[in-house]
């Protein structure tokens, strides 16, 4: 759970309050109103825009629906659309990120209770017991949440059942909610043909940093290497792996560390997927996808080989859409490699196959159709 925060409002002539949770760490809305039902999409609209929160005392399944009526007015309003053509790749890239956040912002006025039971004491309203407690685990009292936030748990709760074929796997992968989900398969198809480094014949360990739903773990175990050293900081990541690793049938040959990037040691094959795009994440699992000012990907260059053996190798996977929105150069990615006393071995490039890569619609189209994700090879100089 988020640390305790309360929320205060006014009903029916008397003072309020209750535990605000919010996973991304939001302060709680300073403004909240209690409605029901009988409230005017469009007046509703208005209050969110203006920073009112509604506190919903109606039905759930007419909850939802403002939701859906708020979007509509948001789409209508210019909500997906910049109030200017941006002048470069970088600028559309800020313009989304802001429309996002705007959007983000009015819809997560809805809010609901929820009670110390995890139950939702509406009308109507779903069984979310289960999808809390994977979430938030063991309940700390009555809270108040955005009804977005409970239908991201309920979602993930979905895909967490139900798990993620991966191919090059022959496998599912059951992410848990706030671990990325390894929908981008093509990233998984290069590290499933590269060459592995001869100096595994004598040692066969590998590291994977920040290993999220130990997806990269699988694989490597699944490729013959005896041990596996798997790091990441996020308690929910490092069981989310734990319990993929043992659907999986591998988990004995991984070992689960909670490290920053790398563990004690060297090994013939230390392999990072790092966040592709060097940008403030806003939410939990955005941390997966941005890494402000590329800490991630500049530490693991920088101590990668220190943890290398004689021969052995650094597999970097990463897209070049931070360079085709003008985040990052390639340039910059080359001489951090250098100063890191590193040489580029080989470098294998896949085209992505995710659906954004041909929507035509979305604001940053251009970039995503230009977009090549590789494996670059990293070796001591």
């Known amino acids: 759970m988020s640390p305790a925060t309360d929320l205060t409002w006014n009903e029916d002539g008397q003072q309020h309050s209750a535990r605000w949770q919010s996973e991304a760490g939001l302060p709680p809305p300073r403004k909240v109103q209690a409605v029901d039902d009988t409230l005017p999409a469009d007046q509703a609209y208005r209050l969110a825009c203006e920073g009112t929160a509604l506190l919903w005392r109606g039905d759930y399944h007419n909850a939802r629906q403002l939701l859906q009526a708020l979007a509509r007015r948001l789409d209508r309003s210019g ?97 848990w909610y706030g671990v990325f989900s390894p929908l981008r398969g093509e990233y998984l198809d290069l590290l499933a043909a590269a060459p592995l480094p001869p100096a595994l014949a004598t040692d066969s360990r590998a590291f994977d940093i920040g290993t999220g739903t130990g ?125 890191a006393g590193l040489q580029v071995l080989e470098r294998r490039d896949i085209r992505p196959r995710h659906p954004k890569s041909q929507d035509a619609s979305d604001p940053l189209h251009i970039a995503r159709a230009k977009e090549i994700t590789s494996l670059w090879r990293l070796a001591a100089a």
Not at 87 to 104: I, M
Not at 258 to 278: M, S
């Open 79 to 175: 909500g997906k659309k910049p109030a200017r053509p941006a002048a470069s790749a970088r600028e559309a890239f800020h313009q989304h990120r802001q429309t996002q956040g705007q959007r983000a912002r009015v819809l997560g006025m809805v809010l609901i209770p929820v009670t110390a039971d995890y139950r939702i004491p509406l009308r109507r309203a779903p069984d979310v017991a289960q999808a809390c407690v994977e979430a938030y685990g063991p309940a700390e009292g009555d809270f108040v949440v955005s009804l977005r936030e409970i239908q991201a748990l309920v979602g993930a709760h979905e895909w967490r059942k139900k798990g993620i074929e991966v191919a090059a796997l022959g496998g599912r992968i059951h992410p």
């Open 215 to 339: 997806v990269i773990a699988a694989l490597l175990a699944r490729r013959g290497i005896a041990r596996v050293i798997a790091t990441d900081l996020s308690p929910r990541a490092l069981g989310c792996a734990g319990e993929n690793l043992e659907r999986l049938g591998v988990a004995p040959q991984v070992e689960l560390q909670t490290q920053d990037l790398f563990p004690p040691g060297q090994a013939p094959l230390v392999v990072c997927n790092p966040p592709w795009v060097p940008a403030k994440p806003t939410s939990p699992v955005e941390y997966a996808v941005f890494d402000p000012d590329s800490r991630m990907l500049r530490g693991f260059l920088a101590g990668l080989a220190a943890h290398l053996c004689p021969g052995g190798e650094g597999w970097l996977i990463i897209s070049d859409l931070a360079e085709h929105l003008g985040l990052r150069s390639r340039e910059e990615l080359l001489s951090w490699i250098a100063a």
